[in-house]
Nanobody, 129 residues
Framework: QVLLVESGGASVQAGGSLRLSCVAS????????MAWFRQAPGKERERVAI???????AYADFLKGRFTISQDNANNTAYLQMNSLKPEDTAMYYC???????????????????????WGRGTQVTVSS
């Protein structure tokens, strides 16, 4: 059974930074496609960043270099470092994993929420102006 547990969300002021963590059990983070998504109230869940086989990374265009996705294989944890936070970054943030290993690198870059079969419960990020 795959379990993903996010943490690190908080309320911060605009311009601040946060690092979100996603601890995985029953799944090896360096294998296959993992992603961070976010969902704001009344909006669809959107992809923020992906990492494939612990090496290839891709980000949503709207981030403009403010976020960084990474993994710590020793602790089997994925991270999302968020800098220069803006009020529009306010959302619940989720990590997701492809536990079956079905997603190719090409698919991972353009992946949708429905492509993933393992999700955490999310961690709330609130950015005030």
């Amino acid at each position: 059974q795959v379990l993903l547990v996010e943490s690190g969300g908080a309320s911060v002021q605009a311009g601040g930074s946060l690092r979100l963590s996603c601890v995985a059990s029953g799944y090896t983070v360096r294998s296959g496609c993992m992603a961070w998504f976010r969902q704001a109230p009344g909006k669809e869940r959107e992809r923020v960043a992906i990492i494939y086989n612990g090496a290839y990374r891709a980000y949503a265009d709207f981030l403009k270099g403010r976020f960084t996705i990474s993994q710590d294989n020793a602790n089997n944890t994925a991270y999302l470092q968020m800098n220069s936070l803006k009020p529009e970054d306010t959302a619940m943030y989720y990590c997701a994993a492809d536990k079956k290993g079905d997603i190719s690198i090409g698919g991972c870059i353009s992946t949708k929420p429905s492509d993933f079969n393992a999700w955490g419960r999310g961690t709330q990020v609130t950015v005030s102006s």
